[in-house]
C-alpha cells in the first residue's frame, strides 16, 4: 500500500504571485484598507499590510463572555443612516418575516382551548429614509405574548409592541394554522376529524385597525347541467349515466364588525349552511349513499356556490366587509371553473394573483 503525503513545501509560480495579487487588489477596490500598486510582495506597501494583518483562531470560543461594551461595538447595518440605501429612496409597504413557527392556545366557541401549531407573517412599513429593520424584533414581540390564550386583543397587543419597537406608520400579523372539528357521518353515526385551514389577519393601516378571518371549505360539487343529461339519457333511452361532481374549494375571508365574537365553528356552521355538501371524514356504504343523495338535492354551478355563500354571510351582523373565491376543479374538464365575489371596498382589487387559484388545490 503507498501512503501519498501532502508536500509541506512547494514552489510559488509567478502566475500564482499574480493570481493572489488579484485578490488583494479586488478587496482593496471593494473598500478594503489596501493600499499598493506594485506587484513586488517585498514592496513597503505589501509588507506593511501583512504586518498589520491580524492572526484570526477558526476554534469557536466557548469560554467568551459577552460585556456591554463589546455588544455595543456590534455593527448593526439595518439600522444605519440613509446614505446606505442602495436603490430609490422609496417607502416599502411591507418588509418583515414570513412561516415562522410557534405553539398558540387558541379560544373554543362554549369553553376549552386548544394547541395549534401556528405560522406567522409579521410585516411593517418602511420609510423611505430608512435602510431597513432589526427583523429579530417582530418575534421577540410576538414570543411575550405567546403563552397567552390567544384572541384577536392578544394579537393587538403583539401589534402594538413591534410597531412602537420598529417605529413604523403601518403593520401586519397574520396567523394561519389547522383548526381540526370533530364531525359525525351522515348514517352511520361515526366521529372523526375535519381539519379547516384557517388564518385570522390583523391590519393596521393609516390608524386604521381591520381584523379579518379566513377560512378554506371544502365540499363537493354535482354540476346542475350534468345531473340534467344524466336524467334525460336514463328516460328517453333506458341508458345508465352518471353526472360529474368534484372536490371545490371556497376561501373565504371575513372583516370582524362590533364587539361580538365570531367564532371559528360560527364560520364554518355559516359555511355549512350555505353549501351542505361538504366532503366527509368517516364513511360507510350508507354513508355514500347519503352522499349521493345530498349532491343529487344540492347541485350547483361555481357562481351558485359564491352566491350562497354570499347569503348566509350577509345575514350574520358579526361580519362586515367579505370576499369569497370559489374553485371547482372539474372532473369533466382539464381546467377548473372560477369565481370570485367581493363584498365592500376591503377586497376590491382589479388585478389577479397569478397563483390565487393554484393554492386552493386541497390534497389528501
Known sequence: ?????????????????????????????QGGDLNFSSTDLASPEATSFWSQYPELTDKYQTDFKLDADYKASLPDLQNGPSSLIKGSNQVIQ?????NFKLPIRYKLRGSGERMLETSVTGSVSLGADKKGINMSRIMRSFYKHSEEQFSFSVIEAALDDYKTDLESFDARIL??????MQVSSLRSNLLGYQYYDIALELIDQKGIRTKVVHI????????????????????????????????????????????????FEDLIDSCRVAVPTETQVMVKREDEQAFAELNAANPIFVEDAAR??????????RIGDF?????????????????????GSTFETVSIDPHQFTTLVHSG
Open 1 to 29: 500500500m503507498n501512503i501519498h503525503t501532502r508536500k509541506l513545501m512547494s514552489d510559488i509560480s509567478e502566475s500564482e504571485v499574480h493570481e493572489a495579487l488579484s485578490v488583494l487588489q479586488k478587496w482593496r477596490d
Open 94 to 98: 411591507h418588509v418583515g418575516i414570513s
Open 175 to 180: 396567523m394561519k394554522f389547522s383548526f381540526p
Open 216 to 263: 378554506d371549505y371544502v365540499y363537493s360539487s354535482t354540476c346542475p347541467c350534468s345531473l340534467e343529461l344524466s336524467e334525460h339519457a336514463r328516460k328517453t333511452r333506458g341508458q345508465l349515466a352518471t353526472p360529474h361532481s368534484q372536490r371545490s374549494v371556497a376561501r373565504i375571508s371575513v372583516v370582524l364588525t362590533g364587539s361580538e365574537s365570531l367564532w
Open 308 to 317: 350562497l355563500f354570499c347569503k348566509s354571510l350577509k345575514s350574520d351582523n
Open 323 to 343: 370576499r369569497i373565491i370559489a374553485s371547482h376543479q372539474e372532473s369533466l374538464h382539464s381546467h377548473d371553473a372560477i369565481s370570485i365575489l367581493t363584498e
